[in-house]
């Protein structure tokens, strides 16, 4: 009966420890203290097994009791860890330094493995050889019989007063008083336990002093937890009642209106601004309703079914903008916010007012100017937009045409950047009128909107293709008379574009997209005109514009890829270069041909990100080849003006150099002869060019507007005839006559030449016969990929 007591005095110590943890939230030091009385509870189970002689065997008796002398043997490390926890949790930066040296993470590990060592001792003969019988009195228990290291278990009871020491220590410089007073009296109360403990090794004491520790522990555990939770729950009330009270102060200082309503509707709270918005004192407002209190009983009802509504649903949110009516008979606008909130077991209604009565004085106006064209005063693209949506709709439902009228001004920008954007935004205002009053005479139905610069849309309701083209007319008829703009005479026209709903589109993008490829139609036909949309216009100018807008994504898709056409000597019949030649496949577009391209890139200045690509891939593979062994060939890279006009071209010439190690002597830059209207800026390039090794040509000469006198001035290297030319040869003399010139000037110049677009070998032996020195064409090749260019023309180096 006794060990069963004995054990159920072990659950003590573990229920205090699970308490404490429930209390403290499980923070480390509440784990610590944990593991701590877990450890006391193992204690108590060895001295328990000892009283177990009449229900287990002395072997049994034995293991158990070497098992659980675990606990009192860790209980050593453990204090020490409390101290470790409080140096990294507890104790100011500087006080860390101090004790880092002495308490880490190493010492808790080595005190750990010191109390391990004591323990695994006890298992050995000579940590304790067996287990005595002892009768004082009526008690009957075993008793351990220690060996020759017997004074390692003194070693462990060293190392607890160590611990004791530094925990204790380390204690007094917390700065929390409450924590600061757990921790001290939690120190000298477990010296004071494990004294007692102690005197556990005298047979005479008959193993009660463990039991008498392990109380002592858990209990002084118990009333220091309870009395800093104690501390702590009435710092926190403390705390919370200052909070009130500052809560309190700061809705009463508040601007915004906040008042509290109970379920029967009457004001719990009330703060100072909304009192005096509605002309009370605070103390007066409290236990009366709204009834009670506003004049008008309609808004009233209004208001408190609405929150009973919100009262009967917790999870709704009530927010809306309103009037309210001051005592003073003002009438201000407040942005009210509801929120249904329980408080003891009843419901209550919180509301925060904001006063929006600025606000609300500007919105219309913000309104305005968000939906207006700040210049003209019309309606703007985002009006366009959300009113188009709407006039289709509209349309739909009503099974009726209607027409959009897209309008730019023909040389806007000529008058803008001449005589200046002052006299620019005074014509389009006076252009704005002069139609806005058209519209009122005789097109009332219609709506007018600036989209922007010299662009405008009208809205046409019921008009069809025939009503279109009346009101288009009437509208060029408009601009005929001149405009008057500080006393000077303007004159310009517009160029319009018409798409019909829903002949054109039953879409509103679609119907945009027409209207306008119809308005550039008129634009490159020569302006001043209008046009009703038709499908030939949207292939040709919906192919241009897909061009253009997959042209910005083509180099980021990786779509380029570069063929390679072979340039023969003549003489030899030999392949002496090749010229790189790009190709475009698109997803959308299939296969787009370099001529369709090329002049939108042109036009775009896409032709710049699209060369640098064109010249990096062409070097690279060149030098490339080069290393597989393939005998080496120039690689000719044509170049537009726009490119050379970049102030960052030959920059990035030497960069594509230096990146691919390839020699300049193996580089041929093609220019066209365009570059004439920039002669002067443009030989300082060229020359700069011919410094780093590159190879110049002149590509598809005979077809530009080179002056002779230039041509000499150009540090050229070759000539290279058009293949317009050498195509014609057999039909016509003339183009032979020309081709003798134009090779002919090159020698007198000391040039090279080049004839492209050779098919035939008439046209080659001819070329041969009159001096030409290089050739490319069909007769020799096609241009062809890079794998296949490499299969058919590359031969391996000697």
Not at 402 to 419: G, P, Q, S, V
Not at 677 to 700: N, T, V
Request: aromatic share 12%.
């Amino acid at each position: 009966m006794f060990f069963l007591f004995l054990m159920l005095l072990t659950c003590i110590p573990l229920c205090i420890g699970i308490t404490i943890l429930v209390l403290f939230k499980k923070n480390n030091l509440s784990k610590i203290i944990f593991i701590f009385l877990l450890l006391a509870s193992f204690w108590q189970l060895d001295v328990a097994f000892l009283y177990s002689i009449d229900l287990f065997k002395e072997e049994t008796i034995e293991i158990f009791f070497k098992l659980f002398r675990f606990g009192s043997i860790m209980i050593t490390p453990t204090i020490f860890y409390v101290g470790y926890t409080i140096v990294q949790e507890t104790l100011s930066n500087d006080l860390k330094k101090k004790w880092r040296f002495l308490v880490n993470r190493a010492t808790v590990l080595l005190f750990y493995a010191l109390s391990f060592l004591v323990y695994i001792s006890g298992w050995s003969d000579k940590g304790i050889s067996g287990l005595e019988l002892i009768q004082i009195g009526s008690h009957i228990f075993y008793f351990p019989i220690y060996g020759e290291l017997s004074w390692i278990f003194n070693f462990n009871i060293l190392l607890f007063i160590v611990s004791m020491i530094i925990c204790f220590s380390i204690s007094r410089h917390v700065q929390d008083k409450s924590m600061r007073s757990f921790l001290v009296y939690f120190n000298i109360l477990t010296s004071i336990a494990y004294a007692i403990g102690a005197l556990n090794m005298f047979p005479s004491s008959r193993l009660y002093p463990s039991s008498i520790a392990i109380l002592f522990f858990a209990i002084s555990l118990l009333i220091l937890s309870s009395r800093m939770y104690l501390e702590i729950v009435n710092n926190m009330n403390k705390k919370l009642s200052e909070q009130k009270k500052f809560l309190f102060q700061v809705i009463d200082l508040n601007p915004n209106y906040i008042y509290a309503l109970d379920e029967n509707g009457q004001y719990t709270l009330v703060n100072q601004s909304y009192a005096q918005l509605m002309g009370m004192r605070i103390q007066d407002m409290i236990g009366k309703t709204d009834y009670d209190i506003h004049q008008d009983t309609h808004v009233v009802k209004q208001t408190v079914n609405q929150e009973k509504i919100m009262l009967k649903h917790p999870e709704k949110l009530f927010n809306r903008e309103e009037a309210v009516t001051a005592a003073s008979g003002e009438v201000i606008w407040v942005q009210t916010v509801k929120v249904p909130i329980n408080i003891n077991d009843s419901s209550a209604l919180l509301a925060v007012s904001t006063d929006i009565t600025e606000r609300k004085q500007y919105e219309d106006e913000i309104k305005f100017q968000a939906n207006h064209d700040a210049l003209t005063g019309l309606p703007n693209r985002r009006m366009f937009n959300e009113n188009l949506t709407n006039f289709l709709e509209n349309a739909k439902i009503e099974g009726s045409r209607n027409a959009i009228m897209f309008l730019d001004l023909d040389r806007f920008k000529y008058i803008n950047d001449t005589l200046g954007h002052d006299v620019g935004d005074l014509l389009l205002i006076e252009v704005s009128r002069r139609i806005e009053n058209l519209l009122k005479k005789r097109h009332n139905c219609a709506e007018i909107y600036r989209l922007g610069g010299d662009e405008f849309t009208i809205l046409l309701p019921h008009y069809n293709a025939t009503d279109s083209e009346a009101f288009a007319k009437e509208l060029l008829g408009a601009f005929r008379n001149s405009f008057l703009i500080d006393g000077s005479d303007y004159f310009i026209t517009p160029s319009i574009g018409i798409s019909i709903f829903p002949n054109d589109g039953d879409d509103a993008n679609t119907l945009i997209k027409h209207a306008d490829t119809a308005m550039y139609y008129v634009k490159e036909r020569g302006k001043n005109n209008f046009q009703l949309f038709n499908s030939e216009m949207h292939q040709e100018f919906y192919r241009k514009m897909m061009i253009e807008k997959q042209l910005r994504t083509a180099l980021d898709n990786e779509e380029f890829e570069l063929y390679y056409q072979p340039i023969i000597d003549l003489k030899t019949n030999e392949i002496v270069g090749m010229e790189s030649l790009i190709r475009w496949n698109n997803e959308t577009l299939g296969q787009v041909p370099p001529d369709e391209f090329i002049s939108i890139a042109e036009e775009t200045g896409m032709i710049i990100p699209i060369g640098h690509w064109v010249l990096n891939t062409a070097l690279e593979q060149n030098i490339r080849w080069q290393k597989e062994g393939y005998q080496p060939l120039t690689v000719s890279i044509n170049v537009s003006v726009r490119q050379l006009l970049d102030p960052t071209f030959l920059e990035k010439v030497k960069n594509a150099i230096e990146n691919t190690a390839l020699d300049g002597s193996y580089i041929v830059l093609e220019i066209t002869e365009s570059i004439a209207m920039y002669a002067e800026a443009m030989i300082e390039k060229l020359d700069a060019l011919k410094e780093l090794g590159i190879s110049l040509s002149m590509d598809d000469f005979g077809t530009g507007y080179s002056s002779l006198s230039y041509l000499n001035k150009y540090p050229l290297d070759s000539l290279k005839i058009d293949k317009s030319f050498v195509i014609g040869m057999n039909r016509d003399d003339e183009n032979k006559a020309i081709v003798k010139m134009i090779i002919a000037i090159a020698k007198e110049l000391d040039l090279k030449v080049i004839a492209e677009g050779v098919e035939g070998q008439e046209e080659y032996h001819f070329l041969d016969e009159i001096g030409c020195d290089f050739a490319q064409g069909y007769l020799f090749s096609r241009p062809l990929p890079a794998i296949d260019f490499k299969e058919k023309w590359l031969r391996a180096g000697d």
